[in-house]
C-alpha cells in the first residue's frame, strides 16, 4: 500500500501499521462481500446500498483528487454532530487523546506526497482501523471525489482469528506498510483480544487452543519466523509494541 509515508507522522504511521494485517484480511473479505453494482446511500439513516445488499454505515471521510486533500467526515460542516459520523468523530478523539495530528485534524494537505491518492486511501486504513470497523468502502461521488464509508452492520463479514492463516496475514501484513512488523505483529494479536509479551528477539502470544505463537524478529526488526508451541506459563499482556 504505501512507499511515501515520509510525510506523516510516526505516531500515525505506526498507528496504522497496528491494523495492517487483520485490516487486509478485513478488506479482502468485504470486498468480496460487496455485489459488483452501483452504490447509493441515505446518509440521514445512515444506510449505504449497493446492488441488493443494503448495509448500515458510518461516513468516515472525503477525498478530493483535484484539490489533492482529505477530510474527515467529523469535520464536514454539513455532518457535523450527526449520527453518521459518529464512527468518524471516536477516530477524532481517538488521535487527540494520543497526540496523532493526522486522525485530529479536519483536512489533511496531501498534495507534497509523491501519490496523493495512495495515501488517502492510507488514511481511510488507518480511519477504519481505530475505529474497528470491519473494513472501509470507498466509492466516487463526482469527477474528482471519493467519499469513504465503514460498515456498522453485523451483516458485514468479520474475518476471525485463525492460527493456520496466521503466517500469511502477519506477513503480508509486515509489507503493507513496512515501517515496524513489531506494530503489525502486536496489533492484530491486539485486535482479537489475544495475550501477548514483547522480547527481546520475538513476540509470544497465547492462542485459544491453549497453544503458544511464537514470532521472530532479526536485529533489523524483520520478521523471522513464525511458529506455534506447547504452551507453557502462558502469554501475558504486552502494550509495548
Known amino acids: 500500500m504505501v512507499n511515501d509515508d515520509s510525510g506523516f507522522s510516526d505516531a500515525f504511521v505506526l498507528e496504522a501499521e497496528r491494523h495492517a494485517a487483520w485490516g487486509a484480511a478485513q478488506l479482502e473479505a468485504l470486498t468480496a462481500f460487496l455485489p459488483d453494482a452501483p452504490w447509493t446511500a441515505d446518509l440521514q439513516e445512515c444506510r449505504y446500498r449497493q446492488g441488493e445488499l443494503e448495509l448500515r454505515v458510518g461516513l468516515l471521510g472525503s477525498y478530493d483528487q483535484e ?22 468523530a471516536a477516530v477524532e478523539r481517538y488521535g487527540r487523546a494520543r497526540g496523532i495530528a493526522e486522525l485530529a485534524e479536519p483536512v489533511l494537505d496531501l498534495s507534497g506526497f509523491d501519490d496523493p491518492d495512495r495515501m488517502a486511501e492510507l488514511i481511510a486504513f488507518a480511519g477504519m482501523g481505530v475505529a474497528g ?105 504486552d502494550r509495548s509494541a
Do not use: C
Open 133 to 237: 470497523a470491519p473494513g472501509y468502502i470507498g466509492a466516487p461521488a463526482g469527477p474528482t471525489t471519493r467519499v469513504y464509508f465503514l460498515p456498522d452492520d453485523a451483516r458485514a463479514p468479520v474475518v476471525p482469528f485463525d492460527p493456520i492463516t496466521l503466517p500469511r496475514l502477519l506477513l503480508t501484513g509486515a509489507g503493507l506498510i513496512g515501517r515496524s512488523p513489531r506494530h503489525v505483529v502486536a496489533g492484530h494479536f491486539d485486535h482479537h483480544g489475544l495475550p501477548h509479551r514483547n522480547e527481546a528477539d520475538r513476540i509470544v502470544a497465547g492462542l485459544p487452543d491453549g497453544t503458544e505463537a511464537v514470532v521472530g524478529f532479526d536485529a533489523l526488526g524483520r520478521i523471522t519466523g513464525i511458529k506455534a508451541t506447547a504452551g507453557g506459563g502462558g502469554a501475558g499482556p
Open 67 to 88: 484539490e489533492r486533500s482529505w477530510m474527515w467526515a467529523w469535520a464536514n460542516p454539513g455532518f457535523q454532530g450527526t449520527e453518521v459520523v459518529a464512527l468518524s
